[in-house]
């Protein structure tokens, strides 16, 4: 999910380590990226161009954090499907596990880098519906659209609140939702 960000992420100026980890993240990816396509009908951007991300690394973290959320629970309902791919699951499991570990850094060092990190996570929280309606906007998806809407931003909450990026009452779609999508009520 995260690939175009990733790609244009190692045009940014980034700490050490990190784009050894990016390099070798963009061509999971990209593997993904096609499985996911095929299997969910969820649609990619489509486009060659690179979008523009923040240049400052606490944005940037915080940009590959939350889309890196969402990459981990498509792999989620992939993994529903195809059990076989669980290694997929398990390559995005440490991807999160990674801008997690960075943004908690960035939090936990203050100053401006955090403050500019909260404000970035508000942002990016607040254009995250459009983002998502824009993944599920396959008309095989139409079924499960809203519950599925309502579980990719009930999951970037909970994480950006235990976080620390948000606070609990700027999540936008609440409840929270901790519950996995097949064990839905009624
Ligand atoms: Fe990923």
Request: aromatic share 8%; glycine share 10%.
């Amino acid at each position: 999910m995260a690939l175009w960000a990733v790609r244009s992420a190692q045009a940014q100026d980034v700490p050490p380590g990190v784009l050894q980890f990016l390099r070798r993240h963009e061509e999971e990816e990209a593997q993904h990226l096609k499985q996911f396509e095929q299997l969910l009908g969820v649609r990619s951007h489509g486009k060659t161009a690179l979008p523009r991300v923040p240049s400052q690394w606490w944005a940037l973290a915080v940009h590959l954090y939350g889309y890196e959320t969402l990459g981990l629970e498509f792999a989620k309902l992939l993994i529903g499907l195809r059990p076989d791919l669980i290694s997929i699951l398990e390559d995005e499991e440490v991807h999160v596990g990674f801008f997690e570990d960075e943004v908690r850094a960035i939090l936990v060092r203050g100053g401006s880098a955090a403050d500019g990190a909260r404000r970035t996570g508000q942002a990016w929280r607040r254009r995250l519906p459009g983002t998502v309606d824009r993944y599920l906007e396959d008309e095989s998806l139409e079924p499960f659209r809203d519950e599925l809407r309502r579980h990719l931003l009930g999951a970037v909450d909970e994480r950006f609140v235990t976080v620390g990026l948000l606070a609990r009452s700027e999540g936008l779609e609440a409840p929270i939702v901790t519950q996995s999508l097949g064990e839905t009520e009624g």
